[in-house]
């Protein structure tokens, strides 16, 4: 991928100015099929893609600029909900038995507190952060939503995984994606108001002739 990239740089970028977006989609596409044939789960393939495009930062900023990168973050916020919804179609009753639960609260109580503390140690031995600071962000880095989903998938259809393991999954990682909300009460995000903002600021005067504004003279319809 390095190449390709230093490729379309040098060949087609400069003759196709804003064409990166198209660019890298297209190759996470072909790259998602590329992995798929080769029985690895295509969001593999993208996510390569995704890691070269970051690689390659200082060498071709345009691949990563901030505007490019919005809009592959629309292009994802819109397909994502697809995903969702077929991995959720797949999901039956026997997936969430007193069996699954149990497992999944198991994991939960096992797994989660060992990955806050790791990442919390991590960081204070290597950047001497206070432990709070280190414990929220060892939190923040609990969700595994989309991982675990795939290598459940992963590991049902091609290893057969019992219907209770993969229920005790799914649960789990739909739980420990909702830790940081409850654990760090984030606030909610701050959409903007412009009529509000309007409306709290001071409404200047208008200007007066004393502030060197001369109005201009009215006209009658028999002025010439």
Do not use: M
């Amino acid at each position: 991928l390095p190449p390709l990239f230093r490729l379309f740089d040098r060949v087609i970028a400069p003759f196709a100015p804003g064409a990166e977006f198209t660019f890298l989609v297209l190759v996470a596409l072909l790259c998602a099929f590329v992995t798929r044939e080769l029985g690895v789960y295509y969001l593999v393939g993208a996510f390569v893609v995704g890691l070269t495009a970051v690689r390659l930062r200082q060498e071709i900023p345009d691949l990563s600029s901030k505007k490019l990168l919005t809009g592959v973050e629309l292009f994802a916020s819109f397909f994502i909900p697809f995903y969702f919804f077929k991995s959720g179609l797949h999901l039956k009753a026997e997936h969430f038995s007193a069996e699954a639960l149990t497992l999944a609260l198991g994991l939960l109580v096992a797994v989660v507190p060992l990955r806050i503390i790791r990442v919390a140690a991590h960081r204070r031995w290597s950047l001497g952060e206070p432990w709070a600071v280190c414990a929220r962000i060892g939190t923040a880095v609990v969700p595994t939503l989309v991982f675990t989903i795939v290598i459940a998938e992963i590991l049902r259809d091609r290893f057969a995984l019992p219907p209770t393991l993969f229920g005790a999954l799914i649960v789990f990682t739909l739980v420990n994606t909702l830790v940081p909300g409850i654990a760090l009460h984030l606030p909610p995000p701050d959409f903007e108001h412009p009529s509000a903002h309007l409306l709290d600021e001071p409404v200047a005067p208008p200007p007066t002739l004393d502030q060197g504004v001369v109005q201009a003279p009215s006209i009658r319809p028999d002025h010439p």
